[in-house]
C-alpha cells in the first residue's frame, strides 16, 4: 500500500512546507543530510515538523478526524542506524528514505531497531538508475533488469516503497536530471515504486501516464533555487499530479 502519491522533498522553511500542505501533497521530505544543498537542522526540522503538525491537526478538525494526514519523511545518507532513529524519533517521523549507497543489511537492521522500540516508520529505498539521456535502448533493456534484482534485495531487507531517482556523481537526489522511464513497466517489484528525477510541472502528466506509478517525489522540479520552493510551480504540479491520478483509476 502506497504510503502517499505526491511528496514534496527538501523544503527548508514553514512558509514552503505550509504552502505544500495547503496545496494537497501528502507527504514531505526533510533532509538529513549535511552535504546536501537542501539539508535542514534539528532545530529546523523541529520547527518545519510543527508546522505540518500543525496542519494535520487543522485538516483533522475541518473534517471530523477523517484525514490521514501529510507524512513526514526523513531523508538520510548514509547516518549511523542509532542516530537515524534517534532522529526519527525525536521529530515523529512517519518515514525514512535511505537514500545514500547503504546496503540492504541497513534496512533490515532498521527495520528490526523499528520492531524493539516500537517506532511505526515506513521505510524507503532511494535507487538511482542512469539518466534518461545517457541511456541506449538496449542499456535501458539491461538496466531494467538489473534494476529488479537490486529492487528484490531491498524489498526481502523489508522496505516498503522504492524510489526510482536518476544518478548523478557525487550527488544524492534532487539532480533534475529526468530518470527513464520507457521500462518502468517492466520493472518487478513487490512493494510500491515512487517515480522521482527530474519531474516537474511541465512533464508529470506524461511521466505518470508513460511510467503508470501512482506516486511521484519532487524537489528541484519546484525551486526557484536549491532549497526553496516556487509557489507557482508547487501549486500546479500538485494539480496536475492529483488530475493524473485521478484519470487513472
Not at 548514509?78 to 534496512?107: F, K
Not at 512493494?191 to 508529470?204: D, E, I, M, Q, R
Request: aromatic fraction near 4%; proline fraction near 4%.
Amino acid at each position: 500500500m502506497l504510503p502517499f502519491q505526491i511528496k514534496i522533498c527538501g523544503v527548508t522553511n514553514v512558509d514552503d512546507t505550509y504552502w505544500a500542505c495547503k496545496c494537497g501533497a501528502d507527504a514531505v521530505g526533510l533532509n538529513f543530510y549535511p552535504k546536501s544543498k537542501r539539508f535542514i537542522d534539528s532545530d529546523r526540522a523541529s520547527v518545519i515538523v510543527a508546522a505540518i503538525d500543525c496542519h494535520n491537526q487543522e485538516q483533522d478538525g475541518d473534517t471530523g478526524g477523517e484525514t490521514a494526514g501529510v507524512k513526514k519523511v526523513g531523508v538520510f545518507v548514509e547516518m549511523p542506524v542509532a542516530e537515524l532513529l534517534e532522529t526519527a524519533h525525536r521529530h515523529g517521523l512517519d518515514g525514512i528514505q535511505l537514500h545514500g549507497d547503504e546496503e540492504p543489511a541497513v534496512a533490515k537492521e532498521i527495520r528490526s531497531e523499528l520492531s524493539k522500540n516500537g517506532q511505526h516508520c515506513f521505510l524507503i529505498r532511494a535507487i538511482r538508475s542512469v539518466p534518461k539521456e545517457l541511456t541506449s535502448a538496449s542499456e535501458s533493456k539491461e538496466q531494467t533488469a538489473k534494476l529488479s534484482i537490486e529492487i528484490a534485495s531491498w524489498v526481502k531487507a523489508g522496505v516498503d516503497v522504492i524510489l526510482l531517482d536518476a544518478a548523478m556523481p557525487g550527488e544524492y537526489g534532487g539532480t533534475g536530471k529526468v530518470v527513464d522511464i520507457a521500462n518502468i513497466a517492466d520493472l518487478k517489484s513487490e512493494v510500491p515504486l515512487v517515480l522521482a528525477g527530474g519531474l516537474t510541472p511541465a512533464n508529470v502528466e506524461a511521466a505518470i501516464k508513460e511510467s503508470g506509478l501512482a506516486a511521484v517525489d519532487v524537489a528541484s522540479g519546484v525551486e526557484s533555487a536549491p532549497g526553496l520552493k516556487d509557489r507557482r510551480k508547487v501549486k500546479e504540479f500538485v494539480h496536475l499530479a492529483m488530475k493524473s491520478f485521478q484519470g487513472m483509476n
